[in-house]
T-cell receptor, first 111, second 112 residues
Framework: QKEVEQNSGPLSVPEGAIASLNCTYS??????FFWYRQYSGKSPELIMF????GDKEDGRFTAQLNKASQYVSLLIRDSQPSDSATYLC???????????FGKGTHLIIQP | ETGVTQSPTHLIKTRGQQVTLRCSSQ?????VSWYQQALGQGPQFIFQ???????GRGNFPPRFSGLQFPNYSSELNVNALELDDSALYLC???????????FGPGTRLTVL
């Protein structure tokens, strides 16, 4: 059974600091990795994707992938109160299985 | 905004009833995926439609069924509603089968 594990939190980070969110997955056939942000009562919003081992940076966000360790992370630099949300990690092995999501990590940025 | 729309926003049904949820995909997108998100959980894949054909299905019973129309909009039908069907139902649109998925605002279904 494919699983994606995330620490549910809440993860509390001071404003301006770096928030680090982690995710592990069980399916070694996973090919694509995504981070979605979900505000309370809203739908998930795609913020980062990564396909290859290493780091990928986009503005204040950096996604990191280590396929050997089956580990994905998201770093948020200069955290803002507006970053407070639940962050969902999702993996895709391709084909017709859809995305497999973790339960999400609740991030709180303290002003 | 992703350009994906869903209707209705909220819905209340009683156990045993049937429900139809609707989704309009983003312009140019030919693939629609449906997910169920229970409170405090991540979304779970129900099924995917590609060019009007079911392209894949998650671990949901046959009473969950769907359609995709020639304009690539889609419907999710749930028969014989159960209390555990209460959830946020999300539609995600993508340019093609293996492309990034963009979610609509969701439909909140409550089964009493």
């Amino acid at each position: 059974q494919k699983e994606v594990e995330q620490n549910s939190g809440p993860l509390s980070v001071p404003e301006g600091a770096i928030a680090s969110l982690n995710c592990t997955y069980s399916d070694r056939g996973s090919q694509s990795f995504f981070w979605y942000r979900q505000y309370s009562g809203k739908s998930p919003e795609l913020i980062m994707f990564i396909y290859s081992n290493g780091d990928k940076e986009d503005g204040r966000f950096t996604a990191q992938l280590n396929k050997a360790s089956q580990y994905v992370s998201l770093l948020i630099r200069d955290s803002q109160p507006s970053d407070s949300a639940t962050y969902l990690c999702a993996v895709d092995r391709g084909g017709a299985d859809g995305l497999t999501f973790g339960k999400g990590t609740h991030l709180i940025i303290q002003p | 905004e992703t350009g994906v729309t869903q209707s209705p926003t909220h819905l209340i049904k009683t156990r045993g009833q049937q429900v139809t949820l609707r989704c309009s995909s983003q312009s140019g997108h030919n693939t629609v995926s449906w997910y169920q998100q229970a409170l405090g959980q991540g979304p779970q894949f129900i099924f995917q439609y590609y060019r009007e054909e079911e392209n894949g299905r998650g671990n949901f019973p046959p009473r969950f069924s769907g359609l995709q129309f020639p304009n690539y909009s889609s419907e999710l039908n749930v028969n014989a509603l159960e209390l555990d069907d209460s959830a946020l139902y999300l539609c995600a649109s993508s340019l093609d089968r293996d492309d990034w998925q963009f979610f609509g605002p969701g439909t909140r279904l409550t089964v009493l």
